[in-house]
């Protein structure tokens, strides 16, 4: 039976390793392990993020990430945990200072998406390849979305590359719609909005 609850901080390595199959090639993935489970570990300990995780037969199966306001997320980690990131991040630069110009503009990127105050948005979410295809990513999306709406959120944005071949139709058939594209590092980005209000996730 699959469960959904909030992503314990010790689980963060899971949650890692799960961006980290989900996405090869992002650079969040590109920063490593020890990076993503800093970030995963924070998520919940700061007001504007959340975090959920689906277990199976008490295994962590899927992640989903969000926020109430992304930029407001990521400084707030920096300035409480920033010590943290910092370290495996400028390891990961040293090793491949190529990656610093990809890394400023992930961190610049809340800035290139409209002001919707109001409107939470979609981070991440994954789920381990053979337990995909079975509604898991669909529940997980359902309780991020009351969380999103019991913080006052009016709707959820979300940025999916436009040549993701799963999380493109998965946004479609949960009602999301794009918004707009925009590029990042060169690459085609769909932005799908989802209002709460009048359009419920499932329709579509
Ligand atoms: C995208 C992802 C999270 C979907 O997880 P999931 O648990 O398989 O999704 P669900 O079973 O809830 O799928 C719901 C619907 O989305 C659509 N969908 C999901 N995966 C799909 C795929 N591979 N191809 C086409 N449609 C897909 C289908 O309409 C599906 O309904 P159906 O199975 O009744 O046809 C999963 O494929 C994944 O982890 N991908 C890698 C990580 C990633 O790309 N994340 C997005 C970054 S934001």
């Not at 390793?17 to 650079?27: A, C, N």
């Not at 794009?178 to 009048?198: A, S």
Request: net charge neutral; glycine share 10%.
């Amino acid at each position: 039976m699959i469960e959904i609850r909030t992503l314990h901080p010790e689980e963060a390595p899971i949650a890692a390793d799960l961006h980290i199959e989900g996405q090869p090639g992002t650079v969040l993935t590109m920063l490593g392990k020890e990076f993503l489970t800093a970030l995963y570990r924070e998520i919940n300990d700061s007001a504007y993020g959340l975090a959920f995780v689906a277990t199976s037969e008490d295994k962590v199966v899927g992640i989903i990430a969000g926020a109430t306001d992304t930029g407001a997320l990521f400084k707030d980690i920096i300035l409480r945990r920033g010590i943290h990131l910092v370290w495996p991040v400028a390891r990961r630069l040293l090793s491949k200072p190529a990656l610093l110009w990809r890394v400023i503009q992930t961190f610049a990127y809340p800035g290139k998406l409209p002001e919707r105050p109001g409107d939470a948005e979609f981070l991440f979410i994954g789920v381990s390849g053979e337990m995909r295809r079975h509604g898991i990513a669909s529940q997980m999306l359902e309780r991020l979305i009351a969380a999103c709406q019991e913080r006052g959120a009016r709707g959820l944005l979300s940025t999916v590359d436009v040549t993701n071949p799963r999380a493109n139709p998965f946004h479609v058939k949960r009602g999301f719609r794009i918004i707009d594209t925009f590029d990042l590092y060169g690459r085609k980005m769909n932005l799908y909005y989802l209002p709460f209000t009048d359009q419920p996730a499932g329709e579509g």
